[in-house]
């Protein structure tokens, strides 16, 4: 899976402090097609479909997907719009959108 890099000022606080960073985990449920995942990965993070497609299997195997990794404001405002997405009209029982959470990034993984 690619890994996203940073642009050259990305993650610096004007001090030339590093700021902290996070993780938008996109969780498994049972209510979601991959259709539904590569559709909406699409739509909200430009993914092209086969890297959209390869997070659908990773949540679907492991449980979760690691889908952006930015400044906090920028993953909670990322999970805020996973969770405005809405539910899956493939599905019958799809009541509401996909699950996601955000997580620091432990220190120096950055």
Request: proline content about 9%.
């Amino acid at each position: 899976m690619p890994v996203p890099t940073l642009t050259p000022d990305a993650g610096f606080k004007p001090g030339g402090e590093l700021e902290r960073l996070y993780h938008v985990v996109l969780l498994n449920d049972e209510d979601h097609t991959y259709e539904y995942v590569v559709e909406m990965l699409g739509a909200l993070f430009f993914m092209p479909p086969g890297v959209a497609f390869d997070h659908a299997v990773e949540v679907d195997t492991t449980g979760r997907t690691i889908v952006i990794t930015c400044e906090r404001e920028h993953a909670e405002f990322a999970r805020d719009q996973i969770h405005a997405y809405g539910a899956d009209p493939r599905m019958p029982r799809s009541k509401g959108p996909m699950s996601a959470i955000v997580e620091q990034v432990p220190t120096g993984s950055h």
